[in-house]
């Protein structure tokens, strides 16, 4: 449980990149290309492969966008995205670690 609670962030990220995934197994063209590419972008995003908080951050952006100008009109994706974007970035950053300094 305690594991869970740490990670929430990245486990309700993952979940919204298979729901991209989901859109793009389901959709043809422009679509199934972008939920594709982005479901890959915003799972290399999550904590875990020794990548810099820039690099994750900008795998999100770059995974949760396209999908979201290429449905444009859905109302569902751009929400989607947007949610990918928050709760990305509050598990990207929540590893932070506490940098101390020892007193001389």
Same mark, same amino acid.
């Given at each position: 449980?305690?594991?869970?609670? *740490? !990670?929430?962030? #990245? =486990? @309700? ?7 991209? @995934?989901?859109?793009? +197994?389901?959709?043809? #063209? ?6 594709? =590419?982005?479901?890959?972008? +915003? @799972? ?8 810099? *908080? ?8 770059? #995974? ?14 751009? =929400? ?13 950053? #929540?590893? !932070?670690? @506490? +940098? ?5």
């Amino acid at each position: 449980m305690t594991l869970l609670k *740490r !990670r929430w962030m #990245g =486990i @309700l990220t993952a979940v919204l990149a298979m729901l991209y @995934l989901y859109v793009g +197994i389901n959709s043809r #063209g422009a679509d199934m290309a972008a939920g594709l =590419i982005g479901a890959a972008l +915003i @799972l290399l995003a999550l904590p875990g492969l020794g990548l810099s *908080r820039w690099i994750r951050e900008s795998l999100l952006v770059a #995974g949760a966008l396209p999908l979201a100008v290429v449905t444009w009109w859905s109302l569902v994706t751009p =929400i989607v995205a947007v949610l990918v974007i928050v709760f990305g970035s509050l598990a990207v950053g #929540g590893e !932070r670690k @506490l +940098i101390t300094s020892a007193a001389p």
